[in-house]
């Protein structure tokens, strides 16, 4: 259905400007996507996402076919556009600071289009960019590529804040919207896009881009360190006689100050967003001569948490080398094909280095992890040809269908039944009592 008539140029069709077109686009939105990855643009023109998001697909194609998304990696096609995102991605340098190159090709290509413009544009940055980028780095490139034209452009930051699995439901219905406009104008456009798209104006910070900038970092930090200080919590709790993690942390978050989300103990955080705004967090401090030593300490617990499998695995089977380990999980997370700094990727590499043989499944990630190991590691089609004859099964990633495995399958299939659960989706009464060796991240196993 149509309801606006506001054209949107979205450059950079990763995860969050793919998601972002598509849902404009989905509701009657005029939506231009640009990338320069020309083979990811055929893919997309034909109603392929180039990774796994739950009803992603559907809504491309729909947008596609009703003639209110055009993706191109022709910058010319952004001509009528009002609304210009750059949501391309801001990686990490080898040392831990951010590579804005991407962001600064983005804003010089946007600044020759803004040259030719006769209407007021705005300029929205929803990549995830160090503080004063906003104002620093894309405003001197839009004002110089556009031969300073800057009373016929506005500029604001907002960032994103949704989660892969979960983006259409969280670009549909934000918790909330963060607009750091650089003046009046640029607020006044963007809220009133927003009005429109939304219906009803999510609950909305306004503020300048510095702050926005800021709070995308702080959250993401905040949110890694709640996972870091629960894992903390379920490693004491596995050496007192009798505590487990699962029930400590429902009691935690029954508080409404504390809240039950993100207190989740397993093998850690990954993923394209937390360990790399952690450590952008602590290397920007660093710059200022500020000591984020609480972000500090959870990047390097979470680092330290994924071996918490190895551990476990030890305990119940002792040597490992020449031990046929079946991975259930290699996905950062479920419902998500993604890898990218997963648990599974350190786990891989220390039980090679320990002399384990590897067999992993997960529903997604298999052609990603080929990518990575190639024919180091064996995949299996499905969780029962994955623990045919294996010696011990570790639980990575917490997909629904894992936590529906009883005793009765590892029993069956395994050569040695041990289970290792890293993401507690398996009932630990009903393992200890079922005779399978059995451990968890946050279990001490003894009452
Ligand atoms: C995150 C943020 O939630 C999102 O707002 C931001 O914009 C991008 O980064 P995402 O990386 O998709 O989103 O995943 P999320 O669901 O937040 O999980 C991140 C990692 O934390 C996963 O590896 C997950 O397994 C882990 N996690 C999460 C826990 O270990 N315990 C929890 O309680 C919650």
Known sequence: MARSTEA??????GYVGLTTAACFAARGVK???????????????????????????????????????????????????????????????????????????????????????????????????????????VRPLLDSESHRRQDNFGLAANP???????????????????????????????????????RSLPKTIRTTPVNAELIKYASNSFLATKISFINEIANLCANIPGADVS???????????????FLRAGLGYGGSCFPKDVQTLIK?????????SIATTAHKANRRQALVAIELTQKLIGDISGKKIAMLGLAFKPDSDDMREAVS??????????????????????????????????YSKSVKECLNRADCCIVVTEWPEFSKLRPAHFKK???????????????????????VRFAAVGYSGST
């Open 345 to 378: 990727l350190r786990l891989i590499r220390e039980l090679m280095n320990k002399g384990a043989k590897v067999t992993a499944y997960d529903p997604a990630a298999v052609p990603n992890a080929r990518r990575i190991f190639g024919d180091r590691i064996d």
């Open 284 to 292: 920007l401090a660093e710059q200022v001569h500020v000591n984020m």
């Open 31 to 137: 939506t231009v996507g640009i990338d320069v990855d020309e083979e990811k643009i055929a893919g997309i023109s034909r109603g392929k996402p180039p990774f796994v998001e739950e009803g992603l697909e559907e809504m491309l194609r729909k947008a596609l076919k009703r003639g209110y998304l055009n993706v191109t990696s022709d910058y010319d096609a952004l001509a009528d556009a009002r609304i210009y995102y750059i949501t391309v991605g801001t990686p990490n340098t080898r040392k831990g600071s951010i590579d804005l190159s991407s962001v600064k090709s983005a804003s010089r290509s946007i600044g020759k289009v803004l040259r030719s413009s006769e209407w007021y544009k705005l300029v929205v940055v929803k990549s995830t960019v160090t503080p004063g980028t906003t104002s620093q780095v």
């Open 247 to 261: 029930v400590v942390a429902k009691g935690m978050g029954l508080d409404k100050r504390i809240a039950p989300s």
């Open 413 to 435: 299939l395994m050569r040695t039944p041990a289970v290792v659960d890293g993401r507690r989706v398996l009932d630990p009464q009903l393992f200890v009592k079922s005779g």
């Open 8 to 13: 949107v140029g979205i450059v950079g069709l």
């Open 160 to 198: 994103e804040f949704l989660r892969e699995g979960h983006a259409i439901e969280d670009t549909m219905h934000p918790d909330r919207l963060v607009i750091g406009a650089s003046d009046l104008t640029s607020e006044r456009t963007l809220v009133s896009f927003y009005r429109g798209f939304y």
